[in-house]
Every structure is written in structure tokens, then in C-alpha cells.
């Protein structure tokens, strides 16, 4: 079947790129200080992408807090420049297929279930297979609408 054959990056759990900021961990973010995935992936909550954040998010604290650690340096020349971060993108779907946050996220499954125990990751990494059966099973599980047009255009 043509959605089996393994193309896009949905099939690279594990996939860990190297990303632009120095030191910017996930697990010091999200775990040690517990800040909401929503406080910075704010769109997620109202549109189809979660978003990154401005670096104007960033400096939210960052103008005050570790300012003599390099990315933080980093992201305050960035910000003054007014350029945005160049971030690579971890979890990438097909083009084909629709997928909305603010609709999964009204339905209330939290965001590690696709996205993974990000609270313990320095550098995010893909931790589900985000294959259309993995999709499915999840529809199926929770009753969710599994017409193709749902998800895909």
C-alpha cells in the first residue's frame, strides 16, 4: 500500500536533531520548572500547528534569567535583531494529512502521547511512530471519527 512505504520522518522515533539554540533543554523548561508546554506552544491550544515560540516568549524570562549563558545570548542578539530562530522541526507529517492541535488538544489527550515524556528530554526527540495505524488505534480507542476525509485532504 502507498501509506506503508516509509518516506516521510513519521517512522523516526528517536530522530534528536541538533537544533540552533546552545544548551536549550526541554527537561529544564517543561521538567525541572514545570512550565506548561501551552505557556510556549501557545497556538496550540487555538490553531492546526502547536508553533514555536517567538523569541519574544523566550525573553518573557530570559531577560532577567541566565543572561550570561550563551544561547540565552543567542536569543537575546535574535531578539534585538527582531529574526526569528531557526529551529528543525522534530515531528513532521506528510502533507497530505491534516492534523490540528487545538482539536486534539480540546479533546483533552495531553501532549505526551504523541509527543513523548518531553519533561525529561534535554533535546526533543520523536517518540511515537505517528504512522496512520498508530493513528488509527487512537481514534478507534477513543472513539474519535475515523472517515478518511478527517484526516486527510
Same mark, same amino acid.
Given at each position: 500500500?502507498?501509506?506503508?512505504?516509509?518516506?516521510? +520522518?513519521?517512522?523516526? &522515533?528517536?530522530?534528536?536533531?541538533?537544533?540552533?539554540?546552545?544548551?536549550?533543554? #526541554?527537561?529544564?523548561?517543561?521538567?525541572?520548572?514545570?512550565?506548561?508546554?501551552?505557556?510556549? #506552544? +501557545?497556538?496550540?491550544?487555538? +490553531?492546526?500547528?502547536?508553533?514555536?515560540?517567538?523569541?519574544?516568549?523566550?525573553?518573557?524570562? !530570559?531577560?532577567?534569567?541566565?543572561?550570561?549563558?550563551?544561547?540565552?545570548?543567542?536569543?537575546?542578539?535574535?531578539?534585538?535583531?527582531?529574526?526569528?530562530?531557526?529551529?528543525?522541526? &522534530? !515531528?513532521?507529517?506528510?502533507?497530505?494529512?491534516?492534523?490540528?492541535?487545538?482539536? #486534539?488538544? +480540546?479533546?483533552?489527550?495531553?501532549?505526551?502521547? =504523541?509527543?513523548?515524556?518531553?519533561?525529561?528530554?534535554?533535546?526533543?526527540?520523536?517518540?511515537?511512530?505517528?504512522?496512520?495505524?498508530?493513528?488509527?488505534?487512537? #481514534?478507534?480507542?477513543?472513539?474519535?471519527?475515523?472517515? =478518511?476525509?478527517?484526516?486527510?485532504?
Amino acid at each position: 500500500l502507498w501509506f506503508c512505504t516509509p518516506v516521510y +520522518s513519521v517512522y523516526n &522515533v528517536g530522530y534528536h536533531p541538533a537544533q540552533p539554540v546552545a544548551g536549550f533543554s #526541554h527537561k529544564i523548561h517543561a521538567g525541572d520548572r514545570q512550565i506548561p508546554c501551552q505557556y510556549c #506552544h +501557545s497556538q496550540a491550544r487555538r +490553531s492546526q500547528t502547536a508553533g514555536i515560540p517567538s523569541t519574544n516568549t523566550c525573553m518573557g524570562c !530570559h531577560k532577567v534569567v541566565a543572561t550570561d549563558k550563551p544561547g540565552i545570548q543567542f536569543i537575546t542578539e535574535k531578539y534585538e535583531a527582531n529574526e526569528p530562530i531557526e529551529w528543525t522541526k &522534530v !515531528h513532521d507529517l506528510p502533507d497530505f494529512v491534516r492534523f490540528t492541535h487545538k482539536q #486534539h488538544i +480540546s479533546a483533552g489527550v495531553d501532549c505526551a502521547e =504523541c509527543h513523548g515524556d518531553v519533561a525529561k528530554m534535554d533535546t526533543v526527540e520523536q517518540g511515537a511512530p505517528l504512522q496512520m495505524g498508530w493513528c488509527v488505534e487512537c #481514534h478507534q480507542e477513543r472513539g474519535a471519527k475515523l472517515e =478518511c476525509f478527517t484526516c486527510h485532504y
